[in-house]
Every structure is written in structure tokens, then in C-alpha cells.
């Protein structure tokens, strides 16, 4: 019975966590917790979240793909940031969310539970895919710098040569 109340505790913690990250307010986020003590509108609550997450997920993938070429550094140093915030801000939801759980939990509690798990699960992998994508754009950036730095080079050192022929060529006549 203990476990299944630290679940509860949990989902209404990523519930309000995810809410006050999306930009409502923890009173706000607390008094929808507080409307969802039913179990399915909790499991539904939870399956939105989760899938709002994941589409959050999905979008950031796209813009980090998207714009890495030119803020491969910025992005990472705004995602640590953001990620930090959202840390915090999870966190102070918790506490006041904590106060606000009630205690009634039925069998259906660990079908949310389950359904929670899996999901996050998901979120997880997502977030493997997306830190993977995002080392791999890094990876494939500082090559083709690599490369265009390296022909860039040598054709300096053509253009130079030429030059350098050229005058020879000019001066000897």
C-alpha cells in the first residue's frame, strides 16, 4: 500500500512537474492534480503528459538537427540550462504537490502505474534517440569543418603557388 501511494505521489509529481514546465503556474498545476484524483482521468492526465513529452522530445530533435550547424555550443549550454530549470522547477512542484495528494487509491492505481512506467520508458528512449542524433550532427559539423578547412588550405596554397609562378613568369621577362 506504501508503494502504491509513492506512485501516486509520483505520477501527480511528473503531472505538475510537466505542467509548471509548460508555463502554468504551481497553484494552477496543484488544483489540476487535485480535480484528476480519479484514476482514469489520471491515467488519461498521464498518457497527455507522456505524450505531450514525447512530442516536446520530438520537436527539440528536429530543431537541434536543424539549426546545429551554426549553434552546436549554444545549444547544448540553453539544453543544460533548461534542463536544470525544469529540475528545479519539478522540484518545487513536488513538494507542493505532496501536500495536495489524497490517499484514496484503488486497483486500478497500478494499471496507472504500469501505463506510467511504460511510458516513461518510452520518454526515455526518445531521449536516448535525441541525445544520440544530437552527438552524431556534433560529430558530422566539426568533420565537414574539418574538410572545408582542409580544402580551403590547399587551395590557398595553389592560388599562392600560382601566383608565385606568375611573378616569377612576370619578373623573368
Not at 36 to 62: C, I, L, S
Not at 102 to 109: H, L, Q, R
Not at 139 to 146: L, N, R, S
Request: glycine share 2%; net charge negative; charged share 30%.
Amino acid at each position: 500500500m506504501k508503494n502504491v501511494i509513492f506512485a501516486v505521489i509520483a505520477i501527480a509529481v511528473l503531472f505538475v512537474g510537466y505542467k509548471v514546465y509548460t508555463g502554468m503556474s504551481v497553484s494552477d498545476a496543484v488544483s489540476d492534480v487535485v480535480e484528476t484524483t480519479d484514476v482514469e482521468t489520471a491515467v488519461e492526465a498521464v498518457t497527455e503528459t507522456v505524450t505531450d513529452a514525447a512530442d516536446a522530445v520530438a520537436d527539440t530533435t528536429e530543431t537541434i538537427v536543424e539549426d546545429a550547424d551554426a549553434t552546436v555550443e549554444a545549444a547544448s549550454d540553453t539544453a543544460v540550462e533548461a534542463v536544470e530549470t525544469a529540475v528545479e522547477q519539478a522540484t518545487d512542484a513536488a513538494a507542493d504537490a505532496v501536500d495536495a495528494v489524497s490517499e484514496t487509491v484503488t486497483d486500478a492505481a497500478d494499471t496507472a502505474i504500469e501505463t506510467t512506467t511504460e511510458a516513461a520508458d518510452v520518454v526515455v528512449e526518445e531521449t536516448d534517440a535525441v541525445t544520440e542524433a544530437s552527438e552524431e550532427t556534433v560529430d558530422a559539423i566539426e568533420a565537414t569543418t574539418q574538410d572545408v578547412a582542409e580544402d580551403a588550405a590547399e587551395a590557398t596554397d595553389a592560388v599562392t603557388e600560382e601566383a608565385v609562378d606568375a611573378t616569377d613568369v612576370v619578373t623573368e621577362e
